[in-house]
């Protein structure tokens, strides 16, 4: 049998497996969007244009015997057939020549016993008959080392822009690494793919580890001078991923936006990573050209008027804009605007940038409310729906400056430290009627008071206000300081996508519809996937029904009126965080719903710990608020995307829940401070952050969450120890007082948890 297998079997011509082919990309009506993904097959090049330093940093990394083994490793192959026969992952220890044939055998991917053996009479055949510098070139020039790149010249080019031969030792062991799996270590990341573990910087990490163990081993193995060695420490520089002209604009983040559709559900669209390489697709989209049109236009038409990078250079530079719509009847991503230029700005804006939401989290809190109602007091902490009070909208709450923020219970909520929190509003104001300030949560939102909002998360209960947001489509994975009373303000960091698919899931009554960005694909054997709709009910329609409603009045008489469209009901909520960081609109029709972001966040990758900046002063404004510029270019591309179709009415809510917390005020009528500037953002001046906490009383000095006031700055005041956007919980810094300038620019140091600036 062997023998009959070993002479069935040929020997792979490299030149054979150059057959990646394009895939065609359609608008949703069926037009042509673009072709790409084969236009960088790779070029076959001889062992003596390929550096003797990148044959030496695969041997030493993947296969240290291959120039004396007979071309197969036994174990590997037995351990691989072994697990495959388990049900477990079909890879083993492969010798580089196995790598080879597995390249070149594109005839068949499949991964069975079957093909198993197949390889290994293939590798066999190989080893006996091949000469090692043959199976050596074959190699590096059947290999993928990501960005569609096939073989080492294509890959020299894509990553550096020069011939293989000019490859330096640091350069080969880099891409060496790459051949692992470039998602995982090209420096640009594969957030689209996997937004968690490839982002850029873990992917830089992850390819400087491995690159310095490949030098390491290459001295160790005799391939590489120690002092040579020594030169390498650090990751090369690599050109940005995108060199395609074709996918400039829109197009290469709507292109990147549907290919991790269909590998991250691999499963249901039967779409791979390596099926998609290969080419051959035709996928049509979600997106529709005249709403992607409309939306750049928008952006781009604020942009022009306001942002003056040459005047304004140290307000004006790297501002930056992202925005998502979503059709709530089906879940359909109908329009991204993912940045400046694909082929410029690689970081789809549209998708997760880790920029937080503010308050436009705080839909969320009132559904949660709603759907689950406040705790009694006199009851534990975990308690069922029906020992619950369901709130009204009509239900009274402080909105008090500095509110000090209590448990369920009505005992003080103190953090572990024993230090409490004093939740501070928009303008160091109180809302409401004194002295009580009393204020009912349909004005809390109109007027996006923070104290009001924080207190009902803790009343509800902080899991509850987690499940509303999750059930109402943001990922888990993007939700972030969910045991502190300020995740009802919007610490998190949500897409753009996701906002507008979960504000989508109100605009449809509670019915939740995951976003999606491919309808179907084909290919010339006929088709391979077509998407089906998928709903799950979020909320009752009285729930959503009735959050739309407390929206709507965001829009007619509160922060958002920015948004108003003619002759159309309009839900929507404005977002400003801490720090005036980021800014937000998402609101929507009963047809669309949209989400516009702005942060500033340099794009370059050379500037050590990069972080979001403050926006005071950007585009001449003071502060910008989501009412601002976000809200301006909603109602701008809403306009025009929804041009043409008829106005629709939202559904009349049913009355729902009790009034709670209905204590008489002295003053009969209650009466709002007039703001239509936004909730927790702070002044220019370095005022008291968002979130703050105050020692007990015992505690002689000014302390914070993380740290103590140090009279004359430093780390305690605001910088590592309190730090950015983690909530500085500096008590009472002077306007004019610059101890706390480290806080401000303590993103990386501080996270994400209560998102105060120090």
Same mark, same amino acid.
């Given at each position: ?12 011509? $490299? ?19 673009? %072709? ?44 691989? $057939? ?17 790598? =080879? ?43 993928? =080392? ?102 400039? *604009?829109?197009?290469? =983040?709507? $292109? ?23 080419? *051959? ?44 719509? $979503? ?11 993912? /940045? ?103 004005? %809390? ?35 972030? /300081? ?63 029904? &009735? ?68 926006? =005071? ?13 976000? %809200? ?28 709670? &917390? ?97």
């Amino acid at each position: 049998m062997a023998g009959i297998g070993y002479a069935m079997v040929g020997v792979p011509n $490299v030149a054979d497996t150059a057959k990646a082919q394009n895939n065609v990309y359609y608008w949703a009506d069926g037009t042509e969007m673009v %072709a790409t993904g084969g236009e960088t097959n790779r070029q076959i090049i001889n062992l003596s244009q390929i550096p003797k330093e990148m044959q030496n940093a695969v041997i030493s990394q993947e296969n240290k015997t291959f120039p004396t083994d007979s071309g197969i490793d036994p174990k590997g192959i037995a351990r691989a $057939v072994f697990n495959m026969a388990r049900g477990g992952d079909t890879q083993g220890g492969s010798t580089i020549t196995q790598q =080879y044939v597995k390249n070149a055998m594109l005839d068949d991917q499949s991964q069975t016993i079957t093909r198993k053996f197949k390889e290994l009479f293939v590798s066999i055949k190989v080893g006996a008959s091949m000469d090692k510098d043959d199976i050596m070139a074959g190699y590096l020039n059947s290999a993928y =080392y990501g960005r569609n790149a096939y073989g080492i010249q294509a890959a020299a080019r894509a990553y550096f822009n020069k011939d293989a031969i000019k490859l330096n030792a640091g350069e080969c062991a880099f891409l060496a690494a790459t051949l692992k799996g470039a998602t995982y270590y090209d420096p640009a990341g594969a957030k689209s793919i996997d937004p968690v573990g490839a982002t850029p910087e873990a992917n830089k990490k992850r390819a400087l580890r491995q690159m310095q163990d490949t030098l390491d081993k290459m001295v160790e193995y005799g391939h590489l001078d120690a002092a040579e060695r020594a030169k390498y420490t650090k990751l090369p520089k690599v050109q940005n991923p995108r060199f395609n002209t074709a996918l400039s *604009g829109q197009i290469g =983040y709507l $292109v990147d936006l549907a290919n991790a559709y269909l590998i991250n559900n691999s499963d249901t669209t039967g779409v791979t990573e390596r099926k998609l390489r290969e080419g *051959g697709l035709s996928i049509k989209t979600t997106f529709d050209k005249n709403k992607v049109d409309e939306l750049e236009k928008a952006v781009k038409k604020v942009q022009k008027a306001n942002i003056k990078p040459k005047e304004r250079p140290d307000t004006d530079t790297h501002v930056q804009f992202g925005g998502a719509s $979503v059709n709530p009847d089906t879940g359909a991503i109908e329009a991204i605007y993912g /940045g400046e230029d694909a082929t410029k700005h690689f970081t789809n804006n549209a998708d997760e940038t880790g920029a937080q939401v503010g308050s436009t989290f705080k839909p969320f809190v009132l559904a949660a409310a709603m759907k689950w109602g406040v705790r009694d007091p006199d009851l534990g902490p975990t308690q069922a729906q029906d020992e619950r009070t369901v709130v009204s909208p009509k239900s009274l709450y402080s909105g008090k400056n500095k509110l000090k923020i209590k448990d369920y219970d009505g005992s003080v909520w103190q953090n572990e430290k024993g230090e409490e929190w004093l939740q501070v509003n928009d303008g160091d104001k109180s809302e409401g009627s004194p002295p009580n300030y009393q204020i009912d949560l349909r004005e %809390a939102m109109q007027f996006s008071v923070n104290s009001a909002f924080v207190q009902l998360g803790m009343d509800v209960g902080l899991d509850k206000v987690k499940e509303a947001a999750v059930d109402a489509g943001v990922l888990e994975s993007s939700l972030a /300081g969910t045991d502190y009373p300020s995740f009802s303000l919007g610490i998190s960091k949500p897409s753009a996508i996701r906002m507008a698919s979960s504000y989508a899931t109100f605009a449809s009554s509670g019915k939740q519809r995951d976003p999606f960005s491919v309808t179907e694909v084909t290919s010339k054997d006929g088709p391979v996937f077509e998407h089906e709709a998928k709903t799950e009910r979020a909320f009752s329609s009285q729930v959503a029904d &009735n959050v739309t409603d407390v929206l709507k009045t965001v829009v007619e008489d509160g922060t958002g009126t920015n948004a108003q469209l003619t002759g159309r009901e309009v839900a929507g909520k404005t977002g400003t965080t801490d720090g005036n960081k980021s800014a937000w609109f998402v609101g929507y029709t009963p047809q669309l719903s949209t989400a516009i972001n702005m942060f500033r966040y340099p794009d370059d990758e050379t500037i050590k710990n990069r972080t979001f900046l403050e926006m =005071y002063g950007t585009g001449d404004q003071e502060s910008i608020h989501g009412a601002s510029f976000p %809200a301006e270019i909603w109602h701008d591309y809403m306009e025009q995307a929804l041009k043409g179709e008829k106005a629709e009415k939202f559904p009349t809510p049913e009355p729902i829940g009790k009034v709670v &917390n209905d204590v008489p005020s002295p003053t009969p009528t209650p009466t709002v401070t007039e703001t239509k500037e936004e909730e927790e953002s702070p002044t220019p001046t370095p005022t008291p952050s968002e979130s703050l906490i105050t020692p007990t009383p015992s505690v002689t000095e000014t302390c914070g969450f993380f740290g103590c006031e140090d009279p004359n700055g430093g780390t305690d005041n605001g910088g590592t120890d309190t730090g950015g956007t983690d909530g500085g919980v500096t008590v009472s810094p002077s306007p004019t007082d610059t101890s706390g300038e480290n806080g401000n620019n303590g993103n990386n140091n501080g996270g994400s948890l209560f998102g105060g600036t120090g």
